[in-house]
């Protein structure tokens, strides 16, 4: 029996990847007739690809009188989870300053990466006594309150699996049981918050909100962190209704770079499948 060239072995490959190129520049999402027209191959061929993607989950159908085809949320996640730190940094400095000078406290931002939770951007004001979260330090699941507002939101498996490992305890208030974290835990997703206070040092304190972005869920949140007395006045004071303002301003920052992520990665991945021979 005659073996496919490698050539032909790639074309259904490439035509998945044309699919995804051209649902990731269409908003409204395109019809099983647009899809055809566009890659030029009969309805019945285009529509085994689009079954084919959406038995994957990489491609949604959307609904109404016209039913129309869309990027799923997984592209959506993998282009947000893909963006670089220096990236999310540019998109997000300008809300993070905002907040900074609001408050007259260090912000940052915080975000998901496996099972580890890192420093990836940070605005501080220019007063003496001042607390920092420099980019790139690893912030404890268990104790920090930006760990806390992400850890909040994640599944129950990767919740046990950070959890697993070694819970040190920083100071007298920090909270290394399972059991006291999980409670931990629910009260953020009651409230909306999270607090570290004396946590990590008896001399500081720091509040976080969780970071909702549609069809991705909560990988980063948003972070104040100073002296004990100082946060805990702004906590007392709602200062989370003020962050959650700009933390929704930071989803929606990421969110509209997710088009853009998303027609990076299809059309990455096209050209990956050609030059692979």
């Known amino acids: 029996m005659k073996r496919p060239s490698d050539e032909q072995r790639q074309v259904p490959l490439e035509r998945y990847f044309s699919i995804l190129e051209i649902l990731c520049g269409s908003a409204d999402g395109l019809s099983l007739g647009e899809v055809a027209v566009l890659l030029g191959l009969p309805k019945q061929s ?57 408050v007259s406290e260090t912000t940052y931002l915080a975000r998901l990466r496996g099972t580890t939770i890192q420093s990836v951007a940070m605005e501080s004001p220019d007063t003496p006594w001042r607390g920092f979260v420099l980019p790139g330090k690893e912030l404890q699941p268990h104790a920090t309150a930006s760990g806390k507002a992400i850890m909040a939101f994640q ?56 970071i909702h972005i549609p069809s991705v869920g909560v990988n980063f949140s948003l972070g104040l962190v100073g002296p004990l007395q100082s946060i805990s006045r702004l906590i007392k004071s709602d200062v989370h209704v003020r962050m959650a303002a700009h933390a929704n301003s930071i989803a929606l920052a990421l969110s509209m770079n997710q088009s853009r992520a998303a027609r990076t990665e299809a059309t990455g991945a096209s050209a990956l499948g050609q030059q692979t021979t």
């Open 46 to 102: 285009a529509h085994r690809l689009l079954a084919n993607l959406l038995a994957a989950n990489l491609v949604e159908t959307k609904g109404g009188r016209k039913q129309s085809y869309g990027i799923s949320p997984r592209i959506q996640r993998l282009a947000v989870l893909s963006t670089s730190d220096e990236l999310v940094e540019t998109l997000t400095r300008n809300i993070l300053k905002r907040c900074c000078e609001e």
């Open 155 to 210: 599944p129950e498996e990767i919740v046990e699996r950070v959890l697993a490992g070694r819970l040190p305890k920083l100071t007298a208030k920090t909270l290394t049981t399972k059991a006291a974290l999980k409670a931990d835990y629910r009260l953020v997703r009651q409230r909306g918050f999270a607090t570290c206070i004396s946590e990590v040092d008896e001399n500081l304190a720091a509040v976080a909100v969780p």
